[in-house]
């Protein structure tokens, strides 16, 4: 089968259209409408049959997104390409993780969000040229701005360098986000599964984190609150305040200025120190404060079905905890959660996850790989495999030379993707992770199609960790207090 | 394939070849493999102070012949041990492989009675310090005698650049300290080689005696909690960052002297006068390559942004990157013993450059069409440097534009080391204030990377520090009233 003999159908789930403020005219195409597939029809489809899907999807978006999207274009233009034949074409087009933060960090200093904006701009095939701008008075306000005239709903990460990403999601992307999301509930072949939210599923929802911001965390929990928990007010946050980009921005801008060793050089308002401390002190607070709040939902919520979704390392200190008291078996045994991310101020022992259900009463635990900049998962089957699902397409890179690796055997790289769900922005984008991936040989869980294998690694984790001594002042070695500067 | 790399643990002599830990090195090709220091720590440790006698049977002058000696020794075509440190620098290091050897071949520049000489007479004031006591007569009647004595030193070594361990010895042996080498993993075999050298040249010697060199992995507290303790330690130099200093500054307590040598970022200061004629700058561009990409640009004294007085309007920074282009077109013709340009270029930086190089109203980045491999010059055309200034390197230099040159002066701070200015009558105007400001050496436009040994490191005096300063006060009650005595015994 080749790309050009691949139709692709129309969504068939009205119900799942999805679509964005009229003037911008962006509703689910074909392409992101494979995420209504289900498990079985998405990862029974045979590598040729996915390439060939991918390949035509690809060209569609390429050729739909280039013309609109200037940073894009600019990009193809230099390495001269006009349109896409291979699945590997796309490579040198693929963004690097600073693509969405390659502003200069003095625009946010001097609220020159109308250069910001046209910056941002260029990265949407939403218009954003007639907005005015001038008004704002910070990231948050620019955001509100943006969300209140345009169907926009960025999500904006902290980034390793502290400078912050936006990327610019639109309803319709935040939809096809959550829509994917919630996909890791149902089932594949023989497995139990259901559809969470909406229609399907409503359970009240335990999410140990702040309710508001425009994280990636934080979009969830808005969509969890309206689509999976019964009511809004069934969605139970460790915090109901917001988490402000400018104090992100902020602390983040705090940590550049150590690295170059211009600290001295910031300045700050009363109001400014006051609000970053109290910031500081609130994550400081946070892992202790979860206990308390764990407890607290046991005791509201004992015996009833729920969905917990929680850093690994809460959930654990609030079992060690739970432990202590002697409470087992909280929930109902039909609830289910989702533990993810190590945490750093705790090592995991290796039952951690039997002693965290023993707790819950929870056995059924979502395990997948993803990150803020894609749409979806790649969910862990019962041999503790991640597997890519059609609509990403995979790419190892050499760590140093970016050069693609070979789509085939096992082999360890920098991972990248193509995302052909979102329509409004490029989806080519390439991690920070060293990742395995096995190509060829199919996994005994069924599922059909590439996956990743092993343990997943910062490439800059390795780096720092190791004991490299130079005279040269580098980012990872100047890294110092903030209370001087707190006060 | 992994390689396996033995590093011995040398003990004053001996030579401990007893390998039972594997470290996995920077190159991620090869393992190095030890002993394990712990095992070995109270051999390693001198709890007797007055084991440093042995070093005052010799004279300045011996040393200075033995260090000659020792540097007509490291012969990168008839030493094993220091071509094999060679071939592994330059599987872990970033420098080319014509810049490295020309650091290999160079041992006698360092260990060369001349240069010596010069740095003794520089920064002690001549060897009588180090070789008796000198006398001056005070004001109170007193005789005070000084002398500079050795000390038991641990030196947590840099491995970026293989002059490190070479001025590490000289100094050492200089200052006749007892000393012990933490060897980085990034440069894990040069000191290791040059003391190895001096075991197979003078097995008796002295000095030879007073070598130790021997890699743990650093912030290894089983080792490290034994090592860093007054009784044995009376001076650590630690060089690096944060990171490297920070497991050790646990282990301070009065009666350790630490010297720091931390991480340096260096810049230049371009005054208005290169735009006098076209091949003014011509040439200041070639100084200002020489200042950024020698040594391609591994060291701390390598410019990384570099403050060019254009102007910044319209008209300013089209000057401004009339001068990026001629700075990088000058980088390529630079020789290629100082420069060649990186064996891997740091993939976090080219992401960054990747990600602006479309922005040109903000950045205009000039490279080869075929990538980064040959460096770049970024001009901000906003006059402010880059977000990622912190992550500069192989050979990739940030210009950016000022109205004045002073205006600079405000991005200076205690990371600022090596200015390098053009004209020299804009330095001899603004070095007062760039000295307060945080810059620490400063020298003509192109002469960073040729930083003299006989001048201060990074404002302090690290060999007047490695020192143990003795005043001997010698007071006759004739001339010198003591305190016991009344008035009426001395009026």
Request: with cysteine.
């Amino acid at each position: 089968m080749t790309a050009d003999d691949v139709v692709i159908q129309p969504a068939l789930f009205e119900y799942f259209r999805l679509e964005v403020g009229e003037e911008n005219n962006v509703v689910e195409d074909a392409i992101s409408a494979y995420i209504h597939k289900s498990w079985d029809e998405l990862f029974g489809m045979e590598r040729g049959e996915i390439e060939a899907f991918q390949l035509q999807a690809l060209k569609t978006r390429f050729d739909s997104l280039a013309p609109g999207l200037k940073r894009l274009k600019s990009k193809a233009d230099r390495a001269k390409i006009a349109s896409i034949h291979t699945l590997t074409d796309v490579v040198p087009l693929l963004f690097d993780h600073t693509e969405y933060k390659s502003y200069p960090l003095s625009l946010l200093e001097k609220n020159r969000f109308d250069l910001l904006t046209r910056w941002f701009d260029d990265l949407t095939s939403v218009d954003l040229s007639g907005i005015s701008v001038a008004h704002c008075g910070g990231i948050d306000e620019w955001l509100d701005t943006l969300e209140s005239h345009t169907a926009l709903r960025p999500n904006h990460t902290t980034g390793t360098s502290g400078k912050l990403s936006f990327i610019p999601r639109t309803t319709l992307e935040r939809d096809l986000y959550f829509k994917a999301y919630t996909k890791n509930y149902e089932g594949f072949g023989e497995q139990p599964g259901f559809k969470l939210g909406g229609d399907g599923v409503r359970v009240p929802v335990i999410y140990p984190s702040v309710r508001h911001g425009r994280y990636i965390a934080q979009t969830l929990i808005g969509m969890l609150a309206e689509q999976v928990a019964p009511s809004p007010d069934q969605l139970y946050t460790q915090s109901s305040g917001s988490l402000s980009a400018d104090l992100a921005s902020l602390a983040g801008r705090i940590r550049v200025a150590q690295a170059k060793g211009e600290l001295s050089n910031l300045h700050l308002s009363d109001a400014m120190r006051a609000k970053m401390r109290a910031y500081f002190e609130e994550l400081e607070r946070r892992p202790e404060e979860m206990s308390a709040f764990f407890e607290s939902m046991a005791r509201e919520l004992q015996g009833e079905r729920v969905f917990v979704i929680s850093q690994a390392s809460y959930l654990f200190k609030a079992t060690l905890k739970a432990e202590e008291l002697g409470m087992s078996n909280i929930f109902s045994a039909d609830s289910f959660g989702s533990a993810g991310g190590g945490g750093k101020d705790i090592i995991l022992p290796d039952d951690w996850k039997q002693r965290v259900s023993a707790f819950t009463g929870i056995n059924q635990w979502a395990s997948s790989y993803a990150m803020t900049e894609i749409t979806g998962t790649m969910p862990m089957c019962e041999f503790g495999h991640y597997h890519i699902q059609p609509l990403h397409i995979p790419f190892l890179l050499d760590p140093n030379s970016g050069e693609c690796l070979p789509r085939n055997g096992r082999r360890t790289g920098r991972f990248a993707f193509y995302d052909l769900m979102p329509q409004t922005y490029w989806g080519g984008f390439i991690t920070g992770d060293e990742v395995t991936i096995e190509w060829d040989s199919p996994c005994p869980c069924g599922r059909k199609g590439a996956y990743a294998v092993g343990q997943i690694e910062r490439y800059s984790s390795k780096v720092t960790g190791d004991d490299k001594i130079t005279c040269a002042a580098t980012v990872d070695n100047t890294d110092a207090s903030l209370q001087a500067l707190l006060g | 394939m992994t390689t396996y790399v033995k590093i011995p643990l040398i003990i004053r002599g001996e030579i401990i070849e007893d390998y039972d830990i594997e470290h996995r090195d920077r190159s991620g090709e090869s393992t190095l493999l030890t002993p394990d220091v712990s095992k070995y720590s109270a051999q390693l440790l001198s709890d007797n102070s007055q084991s440093l006698m042995d070093l005052y049977d010799i004279s300045y002058d011996d040393i200075v012949e033995f260090l000659c000696a020792l540097g007509q020794r490291l012969d990168l075509d008839h030493n094993p041990y220091w071509r094999e440190a060679f071939e592994q620098s330059k599987r872990i290091s970033n420098l080319s492989d014509a810049v490295m050897e020309f650091y290999y071949r160079g041992a006698t520049r360092v260990f060369n009675k001349a240069a010596i000489d010069e740095i003794v007479e520089n920064r002690l004031g001549g060897s009588r310090y180090l070789e008796s006591w000198v006398s001056h007569k005070l004001i109170d009647g007193r005789t005070l005698s000084l002398r500079a004595l050795g000390a038991r030193a641990i030196h947590v070594i840099a491995g970026n650049l293989p002059g490190v361990a070479m001025s590490t010895v000289m100094r050492s042996a200089l200052t006749r300290s007892d000393t012990i080498i933490k060897l980085p993993s990034n440069d894990p075999l040069t000191a290791l080689a040059i003391v190895r050298t001096m075991i197979d040249m003078a097995p008796d010697h002295p000095l030879t005696k007073h070598f130790s060199a021997a890699y743990w992995k650093g912030g290894d507290e089983k080792v490290e909690e034994k090592i860093y303790q007054p009784q044995f330690i009376e001076k650590i130099v630690a060089w690096g960052g944060l990171n490297s200093v920070k497991h050790i500054t646990k282990y301070l307590q009065p009666g350790i002297d630490l010297i720091t040598l931390d991480p340096k970022s260096s810049t230049s200061l371009i005054g208005s006068e290169v735009f006098s004629s076209e091949s003014t700058m011509r040439e200041v561009a070639r100084r200002a390559a020489a200042d950024m990409g020698g040594l391609d640009q591994e060291a701390c004294l390598n410019a990384r942004v570099m403050y060019l007085e254009s102007g910044t309007d319209a008209e300013g920074i089209e000057r401004a990157n009339k001068f990026g282009k001629y700075l990088y077109e000058a980088l390529q013709q630079l020789p290629s013993t100082i420069s060649n340009g990186p064996k891997r270029f740091d993939p976090a930086l080219k992401a960054e450059i990747n990600s602006v190089i479309d922005l040109a109203d903000w950045y205009r980045v000039y490279a080869d069409e075929q990538g980064l491999e040959k460096g770049a010059v970024i001009v901000s055309q906003l006059g402010e440097a880059v977000d990622f200034s912190a992550l500069l390197s192989g050979r990739v230099g940030n210009i950016v534009p000022v109205d004045a040159i002073d205006d600079a002066l405000d991005n200076f701070s205690a990371y600022t080391q090596t200015v390098g200015i053009y004209p020299d009558s804009l330095k001899t105007r603004i070095r007062t204030r760039a000295a307060l400001c945080g810059g620490q050496m400063i020298t003509s436009l192109g002469y960073a990377t040729r930083a003299s040994g006989a001048g201060p490191q990074d404002a302090i005096e690290p060999i007047r520090r490695m020192c143990k300063w003795i005043a001997d006060s010698t007071c006759d009650p004739l001339s010198v009233p003591g305190p016991w005595m009344h008035p009426s015994e001395y009026s």
